[in-house]
């Protein structure tokens, strides 16, 4: 494994990658097993990120959005404001203003408390996409998820290790990858490649760091149980996480057109998912068979293993904090009547500065009208994943 010169021998040592007694050369493609390849991590998974940036443009542009006009979506632009220097200043030093600073400014400028909280309000919408954007945002989101789930479905459908999972560790590490397991990886590992690039580009939400963390910590994920040939883990693993989030970014889709009878029977669908598949089954199937079964089934004590483990604890902690964020939601919906706004925070992050509602999901909470609601009485939503 020689990769970054003379330091390859030092972090591709065996003791940390692989389990006791084996060799990277025993893991090198034969006749019998085609082994993963490292190599594949960035060779592939790097341009096939830029590919799916780009086909995403495509149906952004071309189909999402001429599709979301049709359904009365608005492209709503922010209002024009008045320029003013010192105003513009105190915003870009600090945009949360306290009703003393509303009126120390006005008495600076010589205009009305109104006139200043008006042009506060407007400011901060100056950022905020249109919900037209946030639509052709979740509608991507949505193909992929369902393509990717009905593909990770169909594959695994006929894979031993899909109904018990002793089968992912017995004759460990010698297991190879087919290659529609190998499509299903790499295809996983660009997708959250692109929305670890895209996501400093797209709405902002107040989950941001969170969500930024799970990119990461899936791609991490995704790299290392591919170098250690963990792979049949790592499709159990996308494949539960596919579930929900295809439902999630249908609903907050649907929402935007206004179709609310449907988004909130999408809602409790999301719901019910992401309890069974995150909550249930993921610490309950997933990870208590690589914590507790593969150390006496294959002997897998050895450090990458300990990291691998590591990360799917991380996983599971977000999802308990979205978990909350999402009984939160649901209770608030249940005592609203109906869902409002957007599942997830799907406003920017400069809506929260208003005041002090919030709304609640996971890559996953709600967001309150603020296009109308931001105009009467600065109240905002607080977005979450």
């Given amino acids: ?65 001429p599709l979301g006009l049709k359904l009365g979506i608005k492209n709503n632009k922010p209002k024009k404001i008045q320029n003013n220097v010192t105003l513009e200043n105190a915003y870009k030093y600090d945009s949360k203003w306290k009703h003393k600073d509303i009126l120390g400014l006005a008495k600076r400028i010589d205009w009305s408390e109104r006139q200043v909280s008006r042009w506060l309000r407007i400011r901060k919408l ?65 997708f959250y490649w692109s929305l670890a690039f895209s996501q400093f580009f797209d709405v902002k939400r107040k989950d941001f760091w969170q969500m930024f963390i799970h990119h990461i910590a899936t791609i991490v994920l995704l790299s290392f149980s591919w170098i250690c040939n963990l792979h049949r883990v790592g499709t ?17 889709a649907v929402n935007y057109a206004k179709y609310n009878k449907l988004s909130s029977v999408l809602f409790v669908v999301f719901t019910l998912t992401w309890i069974i598949t995150r909550v249930i089954i993921f610490p309950f199937w997933i990870l208590k068979s690589t914590t507790m079964e593969a150390p006496y089934v294959a002997k897998m004590m050895f450090p990458a293993y300990y990291i691998f483990n ?11 904090f979205w978990t909350v964020l999402i009984f939160q939601l649901a209770y608030r919906t249940w005592t609203a009547g109906q869902l409002e706004g957007d599942i997830r925070s799907s406003a920017s992050s400069e809506d929260s500065d208003d005041s002090g509602k919030s709304s609640v999901h996971n890559n996953y909470t709600v967001e309150k009208n603020n296009d109308l609601k931001s105009e009467n009485n600065s109240s905002y939503s607080l977005k979450n994943r």
């Fill in 1 to 65: 494994m020689k990769i970054f010169g003379p330091f390859s021998d030092i972090f591709w040592h065996k003791n940390v990658w692989l389990p006791p007694n084996f060799t990277w050369d025993q893991l090198e493609p034969k006749y019998e097993y085609q082994f993963t390849n490292y190599r594949h991590l960035y060779s592939y998974a790097i341009p096939l990120a830029c590919v799916i940036l780009f086909i995403r443009l495509l149906l952004e542009r071309y189909c999402f959005w």
């Fill in 126 to 190: 100056q950022g905020k996409p249109s919900k037209l954007v946030k639509f052709c945002e979740n509608s991507w989101r949505c193909v992929y998820y369902t393509s990717s789930f009905v593909y990770g479905l169909v594959i695994l459908w006929n894979k031993p290790w899909f109904w018990n999972m002793d089968h992912c560790w017995l004759n460990y590490p010698y297991q190879g990858v087919t290659r529609d397991v190998w499509w299903y990886y790499m295809i996983s590992l660009a």
């Fill in 236 to 252: 159990l693993v996308l494949v539960i996480h596919d579930a929900a989030d295809c439902i999630l970014d249908g609903t907050k």
């Fill in 310 to 320: 590591g990360l799917l604890i991380l996983l599971l902690i977000l999802h308990i």
